[in-house]
């Protein structure tokens, strides 16, 4: 069975920080891309970050704040979320598609490219 449990989330204060964990279990890192996925209230879900044949993706809007990271032994990708704001509250998701599919990297950051979903953390910072 396809696995991928996100903890981590919580309450948070504006400038804040908070680190994400996805356990990944019934797929490999090796054959799978691993992205970081949220949706606010109202809002479509969109891509945050994504690790990708060795390189990282990530939104304009998280770049410089969110660092995404994988350890392979424990079967773990982080996302290292800094200097929060008001904007970053959502559920977040991390979800995996097959590394081979990943058509050079152009198309991480769309929900409809992942196969497998984690159940979602709510991160909620306070303004």
């Known amino acids: 069975e396809v696995r991928l449990v996100e903890s981590g989330g919580g309450l948070v204060q504006a400038g804040g920080s908070l680190r994400l964990s996805c356990v990944v279990s019934?797929?490999?890192?090796?054959?799978?891309?691993i992205g970081w996925l949220r949706q606010a209230p109202g809002k479509e879900r969109e891509g945050v970050s994504c690790?990708?044949?060795?390189?990282?993706f990530s939104a304009d809007s998280v770049k410089g704040r969110f660092t995404i990271s994988s350890d392979n032994a424990k079967k773990t990708v982080y996302l290292q979320m800094n200097s929060l704001n008001a904007e970053d509250t959502a559920v977040y998701y991390c979800?995996?598609?097959?590394?081979?599919?990943?058509?050079?990297?152009?198309?991480?950051?769309?929900?409809?490219?992942?196969?497998?979903w984690g159940q979602g953390t709510q991160v909620t910072v306070s303004s």
């Open positions: 979800a995996a598609f097959m590394t081979a599919l990943g058509e050079g990297g152009g198309t991480w950051s769309f929900p409809w490219k992942y196969e497998y």
């Open positions: 019934g797929i490999t890192l090796d054959d799978y891309s």
């Open positions: 690790l990708h044949e060795g390189r990282i």
